[in-house]
């Protein structure tokens, strides 16, 4: 009798521990998104508000892609290296309206999937749970022995610096178009196998404003570029492929 309690006791342990585990993304909506060499699908998803939903991005094309909210998007910035899934838990806002992720190659082609939140409010679905993320570089807070400033406009990147030594280095980008149209400053690093690595970046810059991040950079080739995308901010273009973007040497 002993034996048969203990074992009841045990089994309902597991199957709490195992809602427990469920709670946290197994009542999650999963949402698949694919990425190719030719972009990203779909264009767009359709979302309660308030829904709890998980982005199970399968990354099919031969360079690494990243994924971010845009636009005042509360989704951060992930790693998808090529071949790889990742897993990202989103929660929609209270309100509906249109939101906006970018799905993108460094210095490659991006995608802007817009996610469209209407009708009745999602019913809770649960505790959230934290994404997957791809091991970006953290920016550092410490007093920097480099500091760079950058210009960005309509369609050109320039610095009063081409070189800094290894190590923390604060970026300083001013959006000096005297048009309307919103930048954004990546510093990418060139990979040797060909592509490059988003080190970090200052995004959402308004005409005539300002804004900065502090790097912590390993010796090699970069480029500072706008990866503003169609779709983003208003744009009809790709600002990089227009020519945003700046040769720039850490050694």
Known sequence: MTRLVVCAAFLALVGALTAACDDGGGNRRVIRVTQTDAGCSPASIALQPGEKVRFEIKNDGGDDREVEGVEGTNLDEVLVPSGRTRNVDYT??????????????????????????????????GASAPGENGG??????????????????????????????????????????????????????AKPGGGYQNMGEVEDIEPLKS?????????????????IAPGEHGSTTDHFSEGMQLDFTVS
Do not use: M, W
Not at 108 to 113: A, V
């Open 136 to 189: 970006q570089v953290r920016i550092t807070t410490g007093t920097p022995p480099e500091a760079i400033s950058v210009d960005l406009t309509t369609f050109k990147v320039t610095s009063d610096r081409a070189a800094v030594r290894p190590g923390p280095v604060r970026f300083t980008a001013h959006n000096v178009d005297p048009t309307s149209a919103v930048h954004e400053l990546a510093v990418l690093r």
């Open 92 to 125: 929609a806002p209270s309100r509906g309206g249109t939101q906006k992720i970018k799905c993108y190659t460094p210095g490659g082609n991006s995608t802007i999937i817009e996610l469209e939140v209407s009708g009745p409010a999602a019913a809770s679905s």
């Open 211 to 227: 804004g900065e991040v502090v790097l912590d950079l390993p010796a090699g080739k970069y480029l500072l570029a706008c990866l």
